[in-house]
C-alpha cells in the first residue's frame, strides 16, 4: 500500500499560477502510476492529468498547455505545476496512485486508482 498526501493549494486570481504537491510513502514508489484528479462542488470527480512509471504524461484536453505533471521517484513526490489558473478550475484537487504490470500504463479515469489523498483545495477567483 501506498500513503498519499497532498498541499500546496490556495486561492489566486484568474491568470495566476499555484503548485500542487503530493508525498508519497510506503509502498515501492516507482511501482505506481500516479495522477491528479478534481471534484467541484456538485459535480463528478475528474481526471485532470497523469503519470505513467516511465514518466509519459497524459492530459485532461482543458488543461493541457497549462499544467505540468512532473514526478521526483528519488524524493517520492509528484508535482502538478497549474499556470493561467481559470475560475474552472476551482475545486478540491487529489492525488492518487495505481498499479499495473505495463510499466506504461496510464489513466485519468478515477476507478483505476486505487489509492487516494485527502486532497488540496485550490480557489480561483475572476
Known amino acids: 500500500h501506498v500513503q498519499l498526501v497532498e498541499s500546496g493549494g490556495g486561492s489566486v486570481q484568474a491568470g495566476g499560477n499555484l503548485t500542487l504537491s503530493c508525498a508519497a510513502s510506503?509502498?515501492?514508489?516507482?511501482?505506481?502510476?500516479l495522477g491528479w484528479f478534481r471534484q467541484a462542488p456538485g459535480k463528478e470527480r475528474e481526471g485532470v492529468a497523469c503519470i505513467n512509471r516511465d514518466g509519459y504524461t497524459l492530459y485532461k484536453p482543458s488543461v493541457k498547455g497549462r499544467f505540468t505533471l512532473s514526478r521526483d521517484n528519488a524524493e517520492n513526490t509528484l508535482s502538478l505545476q497549474m499556470n493561467s489558473l481559470k475560475p474552472e478550475d476551482t475545486a478540491m484537487y487529489y492525488c492518487?496512485?495505481?498499479?499495473?504490470?505495463?510499466?506504461?500504463?496510464?489513466?485519468?479515469?478515477?476507478?483505476?486508482?486505487?489509492?487516494w489523498g485527502q486532497g488540496t483545495q485550490a480557489t480561483v477567483s475572476s
Open positions: 492518487a496512485a495505481g498499479h499495473h504490470l505495463a510499466r506504461t500504463y496510464c489513466s485519468t479515469d478515477p476507478s483505476q486508482f486505487n489509492y
Open positions: 510506503g509502498d515501492t514508489y516507482t511501482n505506481y502510476y
